[in-house]
Every structure is written in C-alpha cells, then in structure tokens.
C-alpha cells in the first residue's frame, strides 16, 4: 500500500515537473516575441508625437529665429500664433491676366500676397487643443514623463553660429522595466555598447547641426 502511495506521489511530482518545465519553456520562447510586439507598439507612438514636437520647434524658429527648451512656449505657440505665407495674386502660365495686371499696375506690380494663418488651424489641425497640451508628455506614462527638451545656440567649425534643438526619450521612459526588466537592459546594452548610439528616441543634437535628424 505504502508503495502504491509513493508511487502515486513521485507520478504526482514528475506531471507536476513537466507541467512547470513546459510552463518555463514557453515563457522563454514568448516573452523574447511579446517584447518585441510592445517595442514596436510603443516606438511607433513616441515616434509620431516626437515627430509633432519637430515640425513646432521647426515652425517655432521660423518665426524666432531660434528653438525653445520650454513646452509651455511651443505648446502656446502651436495654440495662438500665427505665421506669415505668400501666395500667387495670379497665375504665372495665366499670359493674359499677366499682362493686364502689369499694364495696370505698371513696374510696381508683384504678383505676390502675404497672409497670416494660424499654425494649429493649418499645421497642427489633425491634433484637438487637448493633444497639443499633452504633447510634451512620452506616451505610455500616463501623462507623468515629458521629452527632454533643450535648446541653445552653437558655433560651428566654420564660426557660424546657429540655433540648435535636441528632444529625447529612453526607453526606459516608456517601456515595462518590470515586466520585460531583463530585455530592456539587453537593449539599452546593445544600442549604447555595439552601435553608440542614443538608447531611446530622440531628434536633434546640441552639439552639431544635424537639422533636426
């Protein structure tokens, strides 16, 4: 009896061994595969809200001649300035039109308009005020985590001084550290070590023109 009981018990154990061997097995294999899915997930939303926050600091040093480390100035900028465009009064391969406004106007005739057109209306009018508001904010940390914003002024080699602008978030910022710990580090490891490169998402460089890459 006594053996049938053991018996049943090291049956009980081994199932029990395999099940947690299979169960381990196939942690390994799939988190490798979920972490890559959620990396792609959340690359691809910090990339287009950092792409957002290029084309105002863009539009930004148009107008200023110079890029701002503060959010609440480009998102107040992107909200209520305006910017100054030209436009064609008349069409050039329009020959007759031509003609008559230059013999009306005379030399003094340009066949060119400025106008003033609100930069969210235009520029940002796929975004509500809302999200302009949160776009200083890395997506995936609940509103908590902003880009790292700085600005400055560098001299070049050619002693040209010129506006700079770099904004940056690592990825530990925006990716599960406790969930996928072990492959943020291997990441982070790689990015730093084996390409030299910035381990997150970033544009921009204070320390050389780059325009804005």
């Avoid at 064609?88 to 106008?115: C, H, P, R, T, Y």
Wanted: proline share 3%.
């Amino acid at each position: 009896m006594k053996k049938k009981i053991v018996l049943i018990v090291l049956q009980v154990l081994l199932a029990a061994g395999a099940i947690g061997l299979i169960y381990w097995l196939s942690v390994i294999i799939a988190t490798p595969i979920m972490f890559e899915d959620e990396l792609a997930t959340r690359k691809s939303a910090v990339i287009e809200r950092i792409k957002d926050i290029r084309t105002a600091e863009r539009q930004f040093k148009a107008k200023h001649q110079r890029f701002t480390a503060d959010f609440d100035s480009l998102i107040n900028f992107i909200l209520n300035e305006t910017m100054e465009g030209e436009r064609k009064l008349i069409d050039e391969d329009d020959s007759v039109a031509m003609a008559q406004a230059k013999k009306k106007f005379g030399k003094k005739f340009k066949n060119v308009e400025k106008f003033e057109y609100s930069v969210k209306d235009s520029i940002f009018k796929h975004l509500t005020p809302e999200q302009v508001k949160e776009l200083r904010y890395v997506p995936f940390t609940d509103n908590k985590t902003e880009f790292i914003l700085r600005a400055g002024m560098l001299e070049t080699n050619s002693k040209v001084v010129i506006p700079v602008v770099e904004c940056k978030a690592p990825y530990i910022s925006f990716l599960d550290t406790v969930k996928y710990r072990q492959e943020i580090i291997n990441l982070v490891d790689n990015m730093t070590k084996n390409f030299n490169k910035y381990p997150g998402i970033m544009f921009g460089s204070l320390e050389r023109g780059s325009n804005e890459a």
